[in-house]
């Protein structure tokens, strides 16, 4: 059995990671840390966790259950530290998007990894959506020619509106929380931005096939009263054209439950066609020269191990395989270094030279 322990419960995703541990046959949850018990507790109780595997000594954690993968949830400006830390265990880490909240805590990230004989993986849910899956094949396949443009879009309602494992809240609950949550707090990487520009830059550099823009634009809105924004904008301009990348806290529905207008997802343009790929969808829409009015194409299920980075991850140990693809330190580094520029775009109100 494959060991795997989850440290650090601030970002919510922690509870989807930890259900696929819980259900894979050959993983087990060793142990789960955090300092404040009550953000574990619903993972406690769904995944049946014994106290003797709950901890609130990250540390101790590491110590007592010795895991074979650690799943880090911590907040986007902690990403760098977290990895530092649990590297020197010399275990495989899954880290929880986004990679980092500069591109400077990406390269502390990628220094700390090096000489070490484990795997790392930045995890982007949207990578497993089983339409831009199969976008990507199609794309690879040739059916659209050339990529020229990715146009992307997507968010929720806001990060507070969803508990573990999607439960939902309620409008008090998110304004109640607002004043304490690390995702309002620019410190700590917070804002739509950070949270959600990473999977469109990502996916959009794996679109591309890791070509990098020249220079990118961005603007954000910040509501009066937030440290950060809660809508973004940016546009990176390549040598062959521009694609567009939009964040957004605050769509009108969250698209696990039905899809907003706009709605969340890509769309791409080639030199022979176009791809739409929208979160959650059962098949993507193709247009060619010889269908202009479009085809859907079935988005069929992903088969495992290829259907979740705890699966993916395990299969890689068990192969001898190394990452790709967006989750790999390679795809998501170009993501980063278009998320920075973005940043400090926004920040300078000026269009800038791709940094890093």
């Not at 998007?97 to 090096?114: C, H, V, Y």
Request: proline content about 6%; hydrophobic content about 35%.
């Amino acid at each position: 059995m494959i060991k795997v322990a989850g440290i650090e419960f601030s970002h919510l995703h922690m509870g989807d990671n930890l259900r696929m541990v819980w259900e894979h046959p050959e993983a087990e949850i060793c142990g789960v840390a955090h300092p404040d018990k009550s953000l574990m507790d619903q993972a406690i109780k769904n995944f049946r966790i014994s106290d003797d595997k709950v901890f609130t000594d990250w540390e101790e954690c590491m110590r007592q259950t010795k895991p074979d993968v650690v799943i880090l949830c911590p907040p986007t400006a902690e990403h760098a530290r977290w990895v530092e830390l649990i590297a020197a265990f010399d275990v495989h880490i899954i880290l929880e998007k986004p990679f980092a909240s500069t591109l400077e805590g990406a390269d502390r990230i990628i220094n700390a990894l090096k000489g070490r004989d484990k795997l790392f993986a930045v995890n982007w849910p949207l990578a497993w959506y089983p339409p831009h899956v199969k976008a990507k094949e199609l794309l690879d396949q040739g059916l659209i020619g050339d990529i020229r443009e990715v146009h992307f879009y997507d968010g929720n309602r806001g990060p507070l509106w969803h508990s573990s494992d999607k439960l939902e809240t309620t409008a008090e609950d998110v304004e109640r929380e607002k004043p304490k949550s690390w995702f309002y707090k620019k410190e700590s990487g917070g804002g739509s931005l950070l949270d959600y520009l990473g999977y469109g830059t990502t996916l959009g550099a794996w679109y591309h096939g890791g070509a990098k823009p020249l220079e990118v634009t961005s603007s954000v809105y910040q509501s009066e009263g937030l440290e950060v924004d809660e809508h973004s904008i940016t546009t990176a301009r390549y040598e062959y054209g521009l694609s567009k990348f939009e964040t957004r806290w605050g769509t009108f529905t969250d698209p696990w439950l039905f899809q907003p207008q706009p709605k969340c997802g890509f769309t791409l343009v080639g030199t022979e066609g176009t791809i739409s790929s929208y979160d959650f969808e059962k098949t993507v829409r193709v247009q060619t020269r010889e269908h202009p009015e479009g085809i859907e194409y079935p988005a069929d299920s992903l088969e495992a191990p290829f259907h979740n980075p705890v699966a993916y991850m395990i299969h890689c140990i068990q192969n001898n395989l190394s990452i790709e693809g967006p989750l790999s330190i390679e795809m998501a580094r170009i993501g980063q270094q278009i998320v920075d520029t973005a940043y400090k775009s926004a920040e300078s109100k000026k269009t800038l030279n791709l940094i890093g």
